[in-house]
């Protein structure tokens, strides 16, 4: 009998590509979601799709939810792709998943979560992070804008960049007054080059890893089409991944972005654990539902192959190619890369992801949010207490 897998966030990439991977393999996949995706449910995959509340305004609607599909599935194992991670890892779910969360408890996934909290850690562990302060008031933030380095501005609790000041003026942080009533912090900035990984660990063991990339992203910092690093670059990264699986005993994915600086040290700016663009990577390679179900991986074979998300690759990247002038690497990336959502006689999940970007833009619009707040609002944990 083939085991069964609960994959939620099902509005993520990364869902659908893990979806087809775990297919692949000869699972049975559930999707579930507080949203409707097409993008997941436009696809041909053979997967059962499930809806549940909001975690963020139905707590205990969305457990009860989770426990009765666990039950009713046979759910062997559970994989969050976005932040509802936060809310399954609550105390309360504990009994509901027995063991089933490929998540580990909310006071880890707080350490990594809490940028400030993280860049402490890694001072803790021997790893490099930028010297970083909390902002608790407005006399804080004039001593910080009075000294000599530049620094960044950051919610602790944040996604997608799209909040960050980077040395800001004086006019950028007098249209952010946030920044001086508490939840920010100040971190050294950096110059260098900027790379990412994915990391999967199962009680502590790293079990996948993928380093990459993107030149293609939104503003925010959000990519739409990554590649591979060097070997060694990424042999050094997968060093400090395994590190941080083992110091922090992670079990399930996270994410770092790490800077190198022009003496090619590495410097660790913050972490994601959830899923994020390098998953597609392990998903590339084979190497996802292997490491997501506890075996370890090894080292993956070189390949400088781009991924791409192709619906944003085309209405975001296609009009900047031409805008600055790099058209000839826009053709590169799609020509050569692998697309993340769409498959050959399986082509509707690409539509169905612009439909999902236009309700999340509408979305938006009426809450009067970004565009990015409102795929997350319904989500997101900001640092609450959960019960």
Same mark, same amino acid.
């Given at each position: 009998m083939a085991r069964a897998v609960l994959i939620t966030g099902a509005r993520a990439a #990364? !869902?659908?590509d893990? !979806?087809?991977a775990f297919v692949a393999e000869g699972w049975d996949v559930?999707?579930?979601?507080?949203v409707t995706s097409r993008m997941a449910r436009w696809s041909r995959l053979p997967v059962l799709h499930h809806r549940?509340?909001?975690p963020r305004s139905s707590a205990a609607e969305f457990r009860a939810r989770i426990a009765e599909l666990v039950e009713r599935h046979s759910i062997a194992l559970v994989v969050p792709t976005c932040e509802e991670v936060f809310?399954?890892?609550a105390p309360a779910m504990r009994d509901a998943l027995s063991g089933r969360l490929l998540a580990p408890d909310l006071v880890t996934l707080r350490q990594l979560h809490d940028k400030l909290a993280f860049a402490t850690s890694c001072g803790t562990w021997g790893l490099k992070a930028p010297e970083s302060h909390a902002i608790e008031s407005v006399e804080e933030l004039a001593a910080f804008l009075a000294s000599s380095r530049d620094w960044v501005f950051k919610p602790r609790f944040s996604r997608f960049g799209d909040r960050t000041l980077i040395s800001p003026? #004086? #006019?950028e942080l007098a249209s952010s007054p946030q920044i !001086? &009533?508490?939840?920010?912090?100040a971190q050294r900035r950096i110059a260098g080059d900027e790379v990412c990984f994915h990391a999967v660990a199962c009680h502590g063991v790293l079990t996948g890893f993928a380093a990459y990339r993107s030149h293609w992203r939104l503003g925010g910092g959000a990519s739409y089409a990554f590649e591979a690093v060097g070997r060694g670059r990424s042999e050094h990264l997968r060093d400090i991944a395994a590190a941080i699986a083992q110091k922090a005993g992670m079990h399930g994915q996270f994410a770092c972005d790490v800077l190198f600086d022009i003496a090619g040290e590495p410097w660790l700016l913050e972490c994601n654990p959830r899923a994020t663009s390098g998953i597609h990577i392990l998903i590339a390679q084979d190497a996802a539902s292997g490491a997501l179900s506890g075996e370890v991986q090894p080292p993956p074979i070189d390949d400088s192959r781009p991924i791409f998300l192709g619906p944003a690759m085309w209405v975001l990247g296609l009009p900047l190619a031409i805008r600055t002038g790099r058209l000839r690497e826009w053709?590169?990336?799609? &020509?050569?890369g692998r697309d993340a959502i769409s498959r050959r006689g399986d082509r509707a999940p690409a539509l169905g992801a612009l439909v999902d970007a236009a309700a999340f833009a509408f979305k938006g619009l009426a809450m009067g949010i970004s565009t990015n707040a409102a795929t997350t609002c319904d989500i997101e944990w900001n640092g609450e207490d959960l019960a």
């Open positions: #990364a !869902a659908l893990l !979806a087809r559930h999707l579930a979601d507080c549940y509340p909001s809310h399954l890892a003026s #004086a #006019a !001086a &009533t508490g939840g920010w912090m053709c590169v990336t799609i &020509t050569k």
